[in-house]
């Protein structure tokens, strides 16, 4: 027989013989306890069952539990065996997609009757049940043929229809995976049995049209997750039950900062303290970019669909557009041709005609400009949440047209200001390099330039990066920023996306005249450090807590008072702390002095400041920090020192 090369990460070569499995070859070439480790392996760094042959000289890695991917796995494994559960404890149920996804698994299925909490336990109980029997999974390869005639007698319509759309796209065989008796419709791969999942929680269930259409019936998306043990389960739910108590959809309203009504989905109502709150980060921005170079603009939110076709909106991003009757259009026409105007979803370009209103020079090269004009984006109905996904917002939105030997300074000072605002609420991030895209503008000569200049200017700031082929803007290629909260989950946020499209002659036509006198072509910089205000708003409430430092909380002091007599006091404390640019509110009530306090902290004010008849006599207040850390009785102009200090934006200190 035949002998192939196994290649092995650390360089070294194996020899065996060709169509062992790639179990056998671990456990007799390597070891048997990296044999029984082994959840799944890369053979040419393609992801593979253990149970894969191998047939030619190839590399191949071991995946194990403590690799991340290994979990994917078996998240994967876990929703096929809640799937055989599901159809083994409600006869007639139809099943149709169950994928891994970020911390766990879905699997939708096709049932008249609703899911209930109990029927959630019962299913949870019977797969972890299963789990414990160590069925293998089983791979097979069938024709599409036979495929069909499988799912056609099990009277599974949807996995019919799923094989009918992978033949039409030219498949002539599938690969079915089995444990026990139950089969389903997979490409793979899968871990060598069920003991391998661990242990499954189920989470929730949910509403899902089938393929995310409408028109289509309506499933039912169970949701849960898998764990290789007990205890890496327990600490998941510990995390997902403290970010459900940060919920910002819950702090926000509790807090008196927003408040979502149905005459306006996916547009928030921000109350008073929320409106004090969004303007602290507006204006802590607008200061800090000022002092940069930036020129605030406004601009236009309606304009005509001839700005979204020169910019290529209109025709890659019109459905995600509000688009807008001309009443002066012809009647007689299709309403989509009489809807040729639209809100901008974007700046850019608007932008792009403020800078081509002047003549340019490339003495003032670059030209920044900064908004956080209102902008509105339709997103589906079913994928809005609190302020996370919504329809109207603003962005700390700023273009930069420059010239391309600029690039890696501005992307430098960019980086800069992003470390000042990250810092100053405590947000460690990392970069990310994204790539051309399949659908985009331009030819490859430009993006080869564009990712050319981005890339060198990403590599001087000395970062450590990772490459997202293929994400990139369709105009250009982009620097993005994930944040890591409290909770330890990520979120993507700044972005610094270079643009080589939209000067050319087919889109804006942008110009400078150079130092040569000829007419040169800018680039053009996109970039926002928060992002959408609206969703960096719900990231820093759950990071938070709610519980804002002294610079960012709507109010930064409650003067509290023991008794009337103080009244006039705290009053006039009060007064004198707002004259100095402090938020400053006064408890002056009838209530008890604990009820005060209390009250103080479930709005999560930073200082509590009691007074009484000392604080009064001696002119001074008793603070109490958010969470009951009391600094004892100390002179007013202690306390406006110490408040000056932590009330300061940390951007411009």
């Given at each position: 027989m035949?002998?192939?090369?196994?290649?092995?990460?650390?360089?070294?070569?194996?020899?065996?013989?060709?169509?062992?499995?790639v179990?056998?070859f671990?456990?007799?070439?390597?070891g048997?306890g990296l044999?029984?480790?082994?959840?799944?392996a890369?053979?040419?760094?393609?992801?593979?069952?253990?149970?894969?042959?191998?047939?030619?000289?190839?590399s191949?890695q071991?995946?194990?539990?403590?690799?991340?991917e290994a979990?994917?796995?078996v998240?994967h494994d876990?929703a096929?065996?809640?799937?055989s559960?599901?159809?083994?404890?409600f006869?007639g149920?139809q099943?149709?997609i169950g994928?891994?996804?970020?911390d766990?698994f879905?699997?939708d299925?096709?049932?008249?009757?609703p899911f209930t909490?109990?029927d959630l336990e019962?299913?949870?109980k019977a797969?972890?049940e299963?789990?414990s029997?160590?069925?293998p999974?089983v791979?097979?390869?069938?024709?599409a043929?036979?495929a069909?005639?499988?799912?056609?007698?099990?009277?599974?319509?949807f996995?019919?229809e799923?094989?009918?759309?992978?033949v039409?796209?030219?498949?002539?065989?599938?690969?079915l995976?089995?444990h026990?008796?139950?089969?389903?419709?997979?490409l793979g791969?899968?871990g060598p049995?069920?003991?391998?999942?661990?242990?499954?929680?189920?989470l929730?269930?949910a509403g899902?049209?089938?393929r995310?259409?409408?028109k289509n019936p309506?499933?039912?998306r169970i949701y849960g997750?898998?764990f290789f043990?007990?205890?890496?389960?327990?600490?998941?739910?510990k995390?997902v039950e403290?970010a459900r108590?940060?919920?910002?959809?819950?702090?926000g309203?509790a807090l008196?900062l927003f408040h979502f009504h149905e005459y306006a989905?996916?547009?928030?109502?921000?109350?008073?303290?929320?409106t004090?709150?969004l303007?602290t980060l507006?204006?802590?921005?607008r200061?800090?970019?000022t002092a940069?170079?930036?020129q605030e603009v406004k601009?236009?939110?309606l304009?005509?669909?001839?700005?979204w076709?020169k910019?290529g909106?209109?025709g890659?991003?019109r459905?995600?557009?509000?688009l807008?009757v001309?009443?002066?259009?012809d009647?007689k026409l299709?309403?989509e041709?009489?809807?040729?105007?639209?809100?901008?979803p974007?700046?850019c370009?608007?932008?792009h005609l403020?800078y081509?209103?002047?003549?340019?020079s490339y003495?003032e090269l670059?030209v920044?400009?900064?908004?956080?004009d209102?902008?509105?984006?339709n997103?589906a109905?079913?994928t809005?949440?609190?302020?996370?996904?919504v329809r109207?917002f603003?962005q700390d939105?700023s273009?930069?047209?420059?010239m391309?030997e600029?690039?890696?300074?501005?992307?430098?000072?960019?980086?800069?200001?992003?470390k000042k605002?990250y810092s100053a609420?405590?947000?460690?991030?990392?970069?990310?390099?994204?790539?051309?895209?399949?659908?985009?503008?331009g030819?490859d000569?430009?993006?080869?330039?564009a990712?050319?200049?981005?890339?060198g200017?990403?590599?001087?700031?000395?970062?450590?990066?990772?490459?997202?082929?293929?994400d990139?803007?369709?105009?250009g290629?982009k620097?993005?920023f994930?944040?890591t909260?409290?909770?330890g989950?990520?979120w993507?946020l700044?972005t610094?996306?270079?643009?080589?499209a939209?000067p050319?002659?087919?889109r804006f036509d942008?110009k400078?005249?150079?130092?040569?006198?000829h007419?040169?072509r800018p680039?053009v910089?996109?970039?926002?450090?928060?992002?959408?205000?609206e969703?960096f708003?719900?990231?820093?409430?759950?990071?938070?807590?709610?519980?804002?430092?002294a610079?960012?909380a709507?109010?930064q002091?409650?003067?509290v008072?023991?008794?009337?007599?103080?009244?006039?006091?705290?009053l006039a404390?009060?007064?004198?702390?707002r004259k100095?640019g402090?938020?400053v509110?006064v408890?002056?009530?009838n209530?008890k002095?604990?009820?005060?306090?209390?009250?103080?902290q479930?709005?999560?004010i930073?200082?509590?400041?009691?007074v009484?008849?000392?604080e009064?006599?001696?002119g001074?207040?008793?603070?109490?920090?958010?969470?009951?850390e009391?600094?004892?009785?100390?002179?007013l102009?202690t306390?406006?020192?110490l408040?000056?200090k932590e009330?300061?934006v940390?951007?411009?200190?």
């Open positions: 035949s002998q192939v090369t196994v290649t092995l990460p650390d360089g070294s070569k194996k020899q065996a013989e060709a169509g062992i499995t179990h056998e671990v456990r007799t070439s390597i048997a044999a029984k480790a082994a959840v799944v890369r053979l040419d760094g393609t992801l593979v069952d253990l149970s894969r042959k191998i047939e030619q000289d190839t191949l071991v995946v194990t539990s403590k690799n991340p979990l994917e796995v998240r876990a096929h065996v809640m799937a559960v599901v159809q083994r404890l006869p149920t099943v149709t994928p891994n996804i970020e766990g879905y699997y299925f096709f049932r008249e009757q909490p109990d019962k299913i949870e797969v972890n299963e789990i029997k160590d069925l999974f791979r097979q390869e069938i024709s043929d036979e069909i005639k499988l799912f056609e007698g099990k009277g599974e319509k996995k019919v799923l094989v009918h759309d992978i039409a796209k030219g498949a002539k065989t599938l690969t995976y089995s026990g008796d139950w089969v389903d419709f997979c791969p899968h049995s069920t003991a391998k999942i661990g242990v499954v929680k189920l929730s269930v899902a049209y089938w995310g259409d409408s309506m499933l039912q997750t898998a043990d007990k205890k890496e389960l327990d600490a998941y739910l995390r403290d108590k940060r919920d910002h959809r819950k702090l309203p008196g989905p996916g547009a928030a109502f921000w109350l008073p303290y929320g004090t709150f303007n507006t204006d802590s921005m200061q800090l970019v940069s170079g930036y601009t236009p939110l304009f005509n669909k001839e700005l076709m910019s909106h209109w890659k991003y459905e995600n557009m509000f807008v001309d009443k002066e259009a009647e299709p309403l041709d009489r809807c040729n105007q639209s809100l901008k974007m700046n370009p608007s932008h403020i081509a209103m002047t003549k340019r003495r670059p920044r400009y900064y908004t956080t209102v902008l509105h984006r997103e109905s079913g809005l949440s609190g302020l996370t996904r109207q603003q939105d273009h930069i047209y420059l391309e600029q690039v890696k300074d501005e992307v430098a000072s960019i980086v800069t200001l992003m605002v609420v405590n947000l460690p991030f990392a970069a990310k390099f994204s790539t051309r895209p399949q659908m985009r503008l030819d000569a430009m993006w080869d330039r990712e050319g200049a981005l890339k200017a990403l590599e001087a700031t000395g970062m450590q990066w990772e490459l997202n082929a293929g990139g803007a369709f105009y290629p620097i993005d994930d944040v909260d409290s909770l989950r990520k993507q700044c610094i996306q270079l643009d080589y939209a050319q002659p087919d942008l400078y005249t150079g130092s040569d006198n007419e040169h680039v910089i996109h970039r926002a450090i928060y992002g959408s205000l969703r708003s719900a990231i820093l409430l759950e990071h938070f807590a709610g519980a804002f430092p610079w960012l709507p109010v002091v409650r003067l008072t023991v008794s009337e007599k103080v009244a006039a006091y705290a404390t009060g007064e004198r702390l100095l402090f938020r509110e408890d002056a009530s209530e002095l604990g009820s005060k306090i209390r009250d103080a479930i709005q999560k930073p200082f509590t400041c009691v009484g008849d000392k009064a006599a001696d001074g207040v008793s603070p109490r920090r958010y969470g009951a009391d600094l004892k009785f100390m002179p102009d306390f406006i020192a408040l000056t009330g300061a940390p951007y411009n200190v």
